[in-house]
């Protein structure tokens, strides 16, 4: 019997675009067009999308629970500005590769190390590979720039025609939607292939991974040094975009807010970054500028009420 | 002196502590064999099954896989070499669906779970071997039901479904029919009725009934050693073995 029914075709198609999903793309085109004046806000929220889309991959697809994940951000980030500062090399886009490469190196040799861990050990590896990463960059100031970090660096024009405008960045959003767009299709294929597959097993059931002949922890190293590297992509677009780099892009408070993203919109299916980036970058710059002391009440209570009611984050709502 | 058995141990031994678990266990699963292993609780009988499939190291002992020591390989390397197990208790993807379960295991066997370029859904292959073994345990009703919402009874068959992905030339089956109504377990019967006839089957089970029905020979074992071998008739018939564990399951 040929294999039919409902559930061979829903699983056959399920790699399919879907009208809607055009919907995010023609919305991020759409403000540009329609609110210059907050361009540099909307190149925030695009960078931080794509860290949590990072995320996602080894925490909502392959289940690794990671507080550390900032350290790729800010291996990236500081990729990028030290070639910019010390060599000279303020290319964008070959700065990006090298971010890439530098967070991706960094995210395979942690992760050979950290996955032979899981769960609460894993969890306190990966926030003291950041907090080194973090004290490395605080003590090194002779090329870190230490605590202050390096301000007022500067780029190339993009494919030498689009200079950045530090501004009005207008420039620099397109840029940056672009790389999201890049980085989201690579991971949308990454997620719906056997590979992207497997890693969802792991998820679900470590010991039956095994037990099917999985190599289970060269995938996971492959995805956590995949995610590293994208995370260091949005770590190079950080400096690039902001045109300066200094320890926040290393720190605690980027890795839990971005694991608080995740959660907020929904783990493990791609959007749920965009969701949940979208969700409280917004109600964090609003409420910061309706009510400057207490704004961090209003992020949590929406919290709260997530765990609440949707446990599995906004997108967790919306029926499949 | 004996062919290769396809599976066999050799003096094998496994304490935890002061405690042993496995005692000089020298057992044999030949090609084609249907072998059951019983004996009462806490006699070892999963261990031994931990053991074959390189969850659990030896303390002592070999194990060969048609004659080849693979006392060293990890559980996924056997796994390769064709040694496949359910569990007791179930290990199932219980997030995804059925379909999917079964699909993992497959994709494994055939190389391709670690294909990241080409989409699973595209993986015809891999689909159509899924959707035999899914048919055969007469699971395509729940085929797109997620594993968890299934009742305990036929996640048993999605267990033993995923092991079948596996087609392994060894096959373990850790009381595969517990928590399966008796009504269903003539599923599980038929689908070990249709593998190849050198597949040797080795099922870990409570229910004397189907040892009984499924089984050409049986090992007892207690308190970590194999206490008797035989066929079923001389099992039923030896008296030592009724007085330590079957009871009276054999009377009446």
Request: hydrophobic letters at 50%; aromatic letters at 8%.
């Amino acid at each position: 019997m040929t294999p039919s029914g409902a559930a061979v075709e829903r699983f056959a198609g399920r790699h399919r675009v879907r009208w809607w999903e055009a919907l995010p793309w023609a919305a991020a085109l759409a403000v540009f067009f329609l609110f210059p004046n907050h361009l540099a806000f909307g190149t925030q929220l695009l960078i931080t999308i794509l860290f949590a889309l990072s995320l996602d991959l080894v925490l909502g697809y392959a289940g690794i629970v990671t507080l550390g994940h900032a350290a790729f951000f800010g291996a990236g980030a500081y990729t990028v500005g030290m070639l910019a500062q010390h060599a000279g090399w303020n290319e964008p886009l070959s700065g990006l590769v090298a971010a890439a490469l530098v967070a991706g190196t960094i995210g395979l040799a942690s992760g050979f190390v950290l996955l032979r861990t899981h769960g609460l050990t894993l969890l306190m590896l990966t926030l003291c590979t950041m907090a080194l990463l973090e004290e490395s960059a605080n003590m090194a100031h002779h090329y870190t720039g230490g605590f202050d970090g390096m301000p007022g660096l500067s780029f190339k024009p993009l494919l030498g025609a689009f200079p950045f405008d530090v501004l009005y960045f207008r420039p620099q959003y397109l840029y940056v939607l672009i790389v999201l767009l890049g980085c989201f299709l690579l991971a949308r294929v990454l997620v719906h292939s056997s590979f992207g597959q497997s890693l969802t097993g792991i998820r679900e059931n470590i010991l039956r991974m095994h037990a099917v002949g999985a190599p289970v922890r060269a995938r996971l190293v492959v995805v956590y040094a995949i995610s590293a590297a994208m995370a260091g992509v949005a770590g190079g677009l950080f400096t690039q975009a902001n045109a300066y780099v200094n320890l926040s892009t290393l720190g605690l408070e980027r890795s839990a807010g971005v694991l608080i993203m995740l959660i907020l919109g929904g783990h493990g299916r791609l959007y749920g970054a965009f969701v949940g980036a979208i969700a409280y970058m917004v109600l964090e710059h609003f409420l910061a500028r309706a009510y400057p002391t207490a704004w961090q009440l209003g992020v949590g209570l929406m919290l709260i009420l997530v765990a609440l009611y949707a446990r599995n984050g906004i997108l967790g709502l919306v029926k499949r | 002196m004996n062919a290769a058995a396809l599976l066999e141990t050799r003096g094998l031994c496994k304490s935890f502590g002061a405690l042993e678990v496995a005692r000089e266990v020298d057992f044999r699963l030949e090609r084609g064999a249907r072998h059951a292993l019983i004996g009462p609780n806490g006699a070892g009988k999963t261990t031994i099954v931990n053991l074959l499939t390189g969850v659990l190291q030896p303390s002592r002992g070999r194990v060969l896989l048609e004659g080849e020591d693979v006392t060293a390989l990890a559980q996924a390397k056997r796994v390769k070499r064709g040694i496949a197990r359910t569990f007791q208790i179930n290990q199932l993807f219980r997030g995804l669906t059925v379909l999917e379960n079964v699909c993992i295991a497959v994709a494994e066997r055939l190389g391709a779970g670690g294909s990241m370029l080409r989409p699973a859904g595209k993986r015809a292959d891999v689909i159509a071997e899924a959707w035999r073994l899914i048919e055969m345990l007469k699971l395509g009703a729940d085929a797109g039901g997620r594993v968890a919402e299934l009742p305990y009874g036929r996640q048993r068959l999605v267990e033993i479904a995923i092991a079948l992905g596996l087609s392994p030339r060894v096959l373990l089956l850790d009381e595969p029919a517990a928590g399966i109504p008796s009504a269903e377990s003539h599923i599980l019967l038929d689908a070990i009725a249709t593998l190849p006839q050198e597949i040797g089957v080795l099922i870990v089970e409570h229910d004397m009934d189907l040892v009984f029905r499924f089984a050409r020979r049986i090992t007892v074992m207690v308190s970590g050693a194999i206490f008797a071998e035989g066929t079923p008739a001389e099992i039923a018939a030896n008296r030592e073995v009724r007085s330590v564990y079957l009871g009276s399951a054999l009377d009446g």
